[in-house]
């Protein structure tokens, strides 16, 4: 877009959205703070979720962790447990290991320095930029999901923004529009932009403070950007869970070690993930309860199944009911019995949520 090699429309830009951004900014909770401990969480839990989710949570953490050292030195489990249901876990585990980082080697402070930020866990580029820029006042851009659609817009960019290329075309832009002694209002206002204004689904343009200069709108086709990489469907698998109920009600659940994806986190035994959709038999889940875990339990029920998706596959688990017979879990595996109703401490990941909920609703259906 040659219009941006002019430095006075780049102002134009800049002015204008800042103008729409004092009339129509969203009050959130936390742009009622500069305190860069408080920037940051905002920062990592907006990564990837929406601030309609974000803002009961945002609010709870700071209830039980105020500042980076109660977070430093709160159990992981406590941190995954107030996580529950904001989803990608990692963002939880990165910060809960990034306030240990900080007060260790910087004396419990975020630093203000670009690579330093970068150096510490779960804060790429665009995250670092934002708390440079609204909590030290420093001139930095940021390229979130949001701005990159607003900017692949803008300029009707041809390339996807995640392809080299075009990451290297948007963060050039990113900074050209940034302007200096106020990127972090830009920074909020652009986020803003994408967020209200220039959605995923039926770009408000009308509205726009760019209307006029965007490309992707004067083609009168908003929506065919940003240009994606063709689309590769998502693997299905399939699991099984075992549902392994004792007589007094409690659940077993076993910790994940073995995921990335839910590490950290608690959820009831269950097979691999098969690529056969094939329901699995009942007398197999069985004879795998006594072999993996040395219980014996009654023939199995087979639940509703349960769909979660995940970043890179779809999931279909099918919950098998065991009511527990015989045999004690040997004391050198860690588990622990859970009441799968009342429990609110265990941090779950939401997919087992979601199978635990099952068994909820089976004991509050009428017989
Ligand atoms: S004019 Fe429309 S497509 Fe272009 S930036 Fe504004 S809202 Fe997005």
Redesign the pocket.
């Known amino acids: 877009m040659e219009a941006l090699n002019d430095p006075a429309i780049r102002t134009l830009l800049a002015q204008r959205l800042l103008a729409h951004y004092q009339h129509h900014g969203r009050d959130l909770p936390w742009r009622h703070t500069h305190d860069p401990y408080r920037i940051w969480l905002a920062e990592i839990m907006l990564q990837q979720t929406g601030v309609k989710s974000v803002a009961p949570y945002y609010q709870r953490f700071l209830n039980r962790f105020p500042t980076l050292a109660d977070l430093a030195k709160a159990p992981l489990e406590a941190v995954l447990s107030l996580w529950q249901g904001l989803g990608y876990y990692r963002r939880a585990r990165h910060l809960h290991a990034a306030a240990q980082q900080m007060m260790h080697d910087h004396q419990g402070t975020l630093p203000d320095q670009y690579d330093r930020l970068l150096r510490l866990p779960g804060i790429g580029p665009s995250t670092a930029g934002a708390i440079l820029a609204i909590a030290f006042g420093q001139d930095h851009a940021i390229l979130d999901g949001n701005v990159q659609?607003?900017l692949a817009?803008?300029l009707a960019l041809e390339m996807p923004p995640d392809s080299t290329s075009g990451k290297k075309r948007l963060w050039e832009v990113a900074r050209l529009l940034t302007p200096t002694g106020q990127a972090g209002f830009y920074a909020q206002a652009i986020m803003d932009?994408g967020a209200a204004?220039?959605?995923p689904r039926q770009?408000?343009?009308p509205?726009?403070?760019?209307?006029f200069w965007?490309?992707?709108?004067a083609f009168g086709r908003?929506e065919a950007?940003p240009v994606t990489k063709s689309r590769v469907a998502k693997p299905h698998k399939y699991q099984f869970n075992a549902l392994i109920i004792r007589p007094d009600g409690t659940l077993l659940l076993l910790p994940n070690d073995h995921s990335e994806l839910l590490s950290g986190l608690w959820h009831p035994p269950g097979s691999e993930f098969v690529l056969s959709p094939t329901p699995p038999d009942p007398e197999v889940v069985r004879q795998w309860v006594m072999q993996e875990l040395d219980l014996n339990v009654a023939l199995p029920v087979m639940l509703a199944p349960v769909h979660h998706i995940f970043t890179h596959f779809r999931l279909t688990v099918h919950p098998m009911l065991c009511l527990w017979q015989s045999g004690e879990m040997a004391a050198t595996t860690p588990h622990r019995w859970i009441d799968p109703i009342n429990d609110q401490t265990t941090p779950i990941a939401t997919l087992h949520r979601k199978v635990l909920q099952i068994i909820s609703n089976r004991q509050k259906a009428p017989s």
Request: proline letters at 14%; charged letters at 20%.
């Open positions: 659609r607003v817009r803008l932009l204004v220039c959605r770009p408000d343009c509205v726009c403070p760019w209307s965007c490309q992707a709108n908003p950007y």
